[in-house]
């Protein structure tokens, strides 16, 4: 009996000391917005990049540069699917009036390297973007 009443003396202590009580009310929630403008404000459109017509590049300025992309670089690249290769595969390139992989990126059997899947981690778009993307302070 002593170790029953010492038992549920124990449990009955643990509980009072959880912290697990409920706040008599709850604290009001201030929700402010991250923009400084009201939903009903209209404002222009951002500027619309241009890419380059079609057949023109801009030379390469060091010896191994990767060519740079004249057109939008946002295809679809996963695991499964790699949208770059649709038109630049070796095959498919002359059909489709594009540049095929360079010959670095095709292992001796003629298949596609793996460790080049991600084009755009090298290969950017040669866009002349109407905004700046990035601040620069620089002077002379």
């Known amino acids: 009996m ?22 008599p009310e709850a604290a009001a929630v201030n929700v402010q917005s991250l923009g400084q403008s009201a939903i009903t404000d209209i404002r222009p459109a951002d500027a619309v990049a241009s890419y380059p017509v079609k057949g ?6 060091f010896v191994h540069q990767p060519p740079l992309i004249p057109h939008k670089d946002s295809y679809s690249i996963s695991a499964d699917k790699n949208g ?27 298949e596609f390297n793996g460790q080049y899947y991600f084009c755009v981690q090298c ?3 040669q866009a002349d973007n109407k905004q700046a993307l990035v601040g620069n302070t620089h002077t002379k």
């Open 2 to 23: 002593k170790k029953l009443f010492s038992a549920a003396a124990m449990v009955l202590g643990l509980a009072a000391c959880s912290g697990q009580q409920a706040e």
């Open 123 to 125: 290969h950017v778009a």
């Open 84 to 110: 770059c290769l649709t038109c630049h595969s070796v095959e498919k390139a002359a059909r489709m009036k594009a540049t095929a992989i360079d010959k670095s990126h095709v292992k001796a059997n003629g």
């Open 56 to 61: 023109t590049a801009i030379e390469r300025t």
